[in-house]
């Protein structure tokens, strides 16, 4: 048995994590908040999308997304023809990457999910020593 089979980290493959979007509409500006779900990514999978010999240099950001994006809650900016919420789908999250700087606050925030950290309490211990 190897230590990668015997050992294991106690984290969900999955990470949840929160998306503002502020948007003008005509003259006011409307803030959509919603939970999206993706795959969490070990070091080598990270290195494979963005280390120095990435397998697809060429893959987009949105293509990114797409790919490791699975599910959403609480979203109300993707309606369908009748106004009513739009489950998850590859063809509604396509809807919500076609305004102009979503994909990048939405990448960021899965950064921000995937990322080790240690937290705020953390933080303010470190910058005190």
């Given at each position: ?15 949840d994590f929160p998306v503002t ?29 963005f280390g120095p010999n990435a ?20 979203q109300r900016l993707v309606v ?50």
């Amino acid at each position: 048995m190897t230590d990668q089979a015997k050992y294991q980290l106690a984290i969900d493959n999955t990470v949840d994590f929160p998306v503002t979007l502020e948007i003008k509409s005509g003259r006011v500006t409307k803030t959509f908040n919603m939970r999206l779900t993706g795959r969490r990514l070990s070091v080598p999978e990270w290195n494979r999308f963005f280390g120095p010999n990435a397998d697809n240099p060429s893959l987009t950001t949105a293509d990114f997304l797409r790919e490791h994006i699975t599910d959403w809650r609480e979203q109300r900016l993707v309606v369908d023809e009748k106004g009513i919420q739009a489950p998850f789908s590859p063809e509604a999250f396509d809807i919500l990457l076609s305004v102009v700087g979503a994909e990048m606050i939405i990448f960021i925030a899965y950064q921000k999910a995937i990322f080790a950290s240690d937290g705020d309490a953390g933080r303010r211990k470190n910058s005190q020593s």
